[in-house]
């Protein structure tokens, strides 16, 4: 093992590595519920979209592992899945097979872009000061998916204020957009979910102010045990016996290869009058596909050293091959059946427990395929137990707003809007986006227009024809 994935060199052990893929697969499990449930909506499969994520997920995490020798797990993208399912089939009138075809040539793209200079170009044009503002939108981004994830948030929305979509025959299965009428409050902390999360932070808090090792881990365990003592989890009501892979392989017949079929790529490709929509939709899911694994992998690998840069603007190799390992999964996820693969930031919980190489993607990838043997067998973990170790982590990435210039006026706002924006707006892409369109107006207003990399002035230009794509449909 240490001879394969360098264990002595990173300063790390097997122990170590297993504990921090364990902790990373169970922060991220949900993903086998939650997308077979999204993207069954378009009239997709459900058991066959299943196996499809576990395939997608295997695929790129094993390649994370023996090829990156880096501990991240990649899975279908919480926001991508939910852009492919509402935005591109509900909203533009694609099929389902179409959208496949689109993330397949997503992949496609954004591979061509990272085996050529355009992608080393994107990362040496990011400042050092919205470098350090990725970074800490990252732990701003995770620790508001920890505190969502343990129910504490509730949003009251005024009457008129919100459309619903998808309601079809089922409406629990509507989507809801409400505008900034939307509040957030804190909860009644009078359900056991809350209070097993509110006990599962002061367990986590715990550990981790003792430095205890593998006490991410251990607080998982322990709040699963507490959640099971006071009746969260219902043992007795899991299907142990449950076996769904047969039906499962079924399903994925239909889903297997539909992406490529005439029904899919065939029938973008035909369809020459949607060619313009087509386009604005792949471009979309290349820049939140492309951004959200920059912005996870510089986010969370400069603060520990494993993805690190050897000067001011250049990238680190593993940075390449992370980003390979991404791009490849997306077209394998989509052959398979599912949407766009990515680098998962619930990843940053399991290099908080120590993970440093691939050896923690390894553990991922081997819990993802044994999965689909045993999946009632992640009812187990509640997200209640999960959910402390994305905020503890998200406070500790805080620590790079110290190396921003708050000072300086026109570094402050662009690195206030990358950091802060992440969370606001529930995505890495879109805190990006705003951080790059004010760095460049701020540095215009103050006649530093040099300042500005070319690549910058491109990728604006980009995310403005994505905001008026979006303001279109």
């Known amino acids: 093992m240490d001879k394969l994935f360098k264990l002595k060199e990173h300063g790390t ?29 378009t009239g997709m499969p459900v058991q066959g979209v299943f196996l499809a994520t576990i395939i997608g997920s295997v695929v790129g995490t ?13 899975a279908p993208g919480m926001g991508l899945n939910a852009f492919f399912t509402f935005t591109v089939v509900f909203g533009m009138g694609y099929t389902w097979k179409e959208a496949l075809g689109m993330v397949f040539i997503c992949g496609i793209i954004s591979l061509i872009i990272t085996l050529t200079n355009v992608r080393k170009m994107i990362i040496e044009s990011i400042p050092t000061t919205l470098r350090s503002a990725i970074s800490a939108g990252i732990g701003v981004f ?30 629990a299965q509507a989507a809801i957009t409400a505008n900034a009428a939307a509040v957030p409050g804190l909860v009644d902390f009078n359900t056991p979910a809350v209070l097993v999360a509110i006990a ?43 076996n769904n892979l047969s039906a499962a392989v079924n399903d994925l017949g239909t889903l297997f290869g539909a992406a490529l079929g005439s029904e899919g790529l065939g029938s973008l490709i035909s369809n020459t ?54 791009l490849v999964a997306t077209s394998v996820g989509a052959i398979a059946g599912t949407s766009n693969v990515t680098t998962y930031i619930e990843s940053a919980a399991g290099i908080g427990a120590g993970g ?3 050896l923690t993607a390894l553990v991922v990838a081997i819990c993802f395929a044994l999965s689909s043997f045993f999946s009632p067998l992640l009812a187990i973990v509640p997200s209640a137990a999960t959910a402390p170790i994305l905020i503890i982590v998200g406070i500790m990435m805080l620590s790079n707003l110290k190396n921003i210039p708050w000072d300086d006026m026109s570094e402050a706002i662009p690195a206030f809007f990358t950091s802060i924006f992440m969370g606001f707006s529930y995505s890495i892409t879109q805190g990006i986006a705003v951080g790059f369109l004010t760095y460049t107006l701020a540095k215009i207003v103050k006649g530093q227009v040099k300042e500005v990399h070319v690549m910058i002035w491109i990728l604006d230009a980009l995310f403005i024809l994505n905001y008026i794509s979006m303001a279109l449909n």
């Open 356 to 358: 440093r190489t691939g």
């Open 142 to 171: 995770l620790a508001y998916v920890g505190i969502k994830n343990a129910g504490l948030l509730k949003f009251s929305i005024d009457p008129g204020t919100y459309t619903v979509a998808g309601e079809g025959a089922d409406k």
């Open 13 to 41: 052990d097997v122990r170590t590595e297993v504990l921090a893929g364990l902790t990373t697969f169970f922060a991220m499990s949900y993903i086998l519920f939650v997308n077979p449930q999204m993207l069954s909506q």
């Open 62 to 74: 094993l390649m994370m592992a023996f090829y990156a020798n880096l501990p991240y797990a990649q």
């Open 200 to 242: 599962g932070l002061a367990i986590t808090i715990f550990f981790v102010v003792k430095g205890i090792k593998g006490g991410i881990i251990l607080s998982i365990l322990t709040t699963t045990v507490l959640a099971i003592a006071v009746g969260l989890v219902n043992l007795s009501g899991i299907d142990f016996a449950s």
């Open 273 to 326: 009058s949607r060619l313009p929509e087509t386009l604005m939709a792949i471009l979309a899911f290349s820049l939140t596909d492309i951004f959200d694994t920059i912005g996870t992998l510089i986010g969370t690998g400069e603060k520990v050293g494993i993805i690190a840069s050897s000067g001011e603007n250049n990238e680190s190799a593993k940075l390449d091959k992370a980003l390979y390992s991404d």
